[in-house]
């Protein structure tokens, strides 16, 4: 009796079925218990914006002491920060968060300073820095502030046709001084005409596309700066003579690179590259996909960075200098020396054929101990203006220029993109459209097919 109940159809479904709901048990403690021990996830947006970025990853996972983020917030509204704050956490066993209702503990509240709600507190052993705000660039600027704990000021030189700081049109400069600003560096302008000489406090110096000639007195005092161990930007632009848009040579200043192993060339690159035209870029301007292995452009594998109105460089390393090329024009580029006419024969034999050198970082020897001197030159400065920096990489091209020179090489990274607007903007007929296919087509037909479908069973 009892083996024909075994070999009953009913006990081997019975065993088959409990067999199944043992297995389907099994599985889902061990991907709870691996969920609850490992906290992953996939972002599967384009521009990961559920995700933070290489940036603030390369700051935390290279912490060296345990940093604690306090987030003062009632207990009823948390959530909105805590998820952020268990990106971090999640990112090295270094940082731990702490929650405090400053309602229930006032007085913690108070000691830590907090005047409002929403307020985090990132500290590491003896210093602490409040966010400026609950997202990844105000917290991880936090952790900047700690971390640094010096003041690094970015010194823009003015007084000869250059790009100018606080100026907000097209040609200004105010969006690469916000974005210093959110790595925490300090910005100012000055010139080297009143007095030949920069600014101790100058933890970089940047020349942005001077339009007019650099006297020997400042060009001197550049000298002297970066090889008393200096940092230095020089974005220079082809010397254009179209009318009343005349860019001068710069003799004094091309001189001087070229002391250190850097000849700035006299010609204009153009890039008949056919993405760059797809992308809606005139010949005018160089686009880069390429980069070399220098620490600046080493991460921005994949990262397209354009320059308008570039020209070429020629680089060498002399007996005090080592210079590095940081990338190239295009396969596809050439560079002519008309620069007097707007309109440019791409088919002249006297061009020049690319790839063309475009950007250079050297280190200059001082002779003194722990002191090195560092300059980059770009054959642009347009690119690092209002209307062109925001263009793909240009941005991060940007930081992890002034990174490198001010010695911040921990910061070199790709920043997190900003939102994209995906809305949808429909005309009112369209509206119509799909309210009357929503509303009216989609069930008409769901419900033809089936009375379709009962007829032909019937």
Known sequence: ???????????????????????????????????????????????????????????????????????????????????????????????????????????????????????????????????????????????????????????????????QLDDSDREGLSHFKDMLAKDDYETKSFDLLTKAEVPNDCTTLVVAGPT??????????????????????????????????????????TALLGSWGVTVQKNLILDLNPIGQIAGLGPQVALVTNYGTQPIVNDMKGEATGFPLSRGLEVKNTDKTNVEKMFDSSSTSLATDNLTSPKVNVSDPKNTKGPLTLAAAGTYTTGKENSQGRFVVVGSSTWAANRFINFNGNGDLALNTINWLASDEDLISIRPKPQDDRRITMTGAQMNWVEITSQFLLPAIVVIGGVAVWWKRR
């Open 1 to 163: 009796m009892a083996s024909q109940w075994i070999k009953a159809r009913q006990t081997k479904y019975l065993a088959y079925a409990t067999t199944y709901i043992l297995i389907v048990v099994a599985v889902v403690v061990v991907a709870n218990v691996l969920a609850d021990r490992y906290n992953k996830s996939y972002d599967a947006t384009s521009n990961k914006r559920y995700s933070l970025s290489e940036q603030t990853a390369k700051i935390v996972k290279g912490l060296k002491q345990d940093a604690t983020v306090t987030y003062f917030q009632q207990s009823t509204q948390l959530r909105e920060g805590r998820d952020l704050l268990d990106e971090y956490k999640n990112l090295s066993p270094k940082v731990h968060i702490e929650y405090v209702d400053p309602d229930k503990e006032p007085q913690v509240a108070r000691a830590a300073g907090i005047r409002n709600l929403g307020t985090a507190v990132v500290e590491i052993g003896a210093k602490k820095e409040e966010a400026k705000s609950m997202t990844e660039e105000g917290i991880t600027g936090a952790f900047i502030r700690v971390l640094k704990n010096t003041t690094r000021t970015v010194c823009f030189v003015q007084g000869s046709g250059e790009h």
């Open 212 to 253: 007019r000639n650099y006297e020997q007195p400042e060009v001197d005092a550049i000298k002297k700066y970066v090889e008393d161990g200096g940092r230095a930007l020089f974005m220079l632009d082809p010397p254009l003579k179209l009318g009343q848009e005349e860019i001068a040579d710069n003799d004094a200043l």
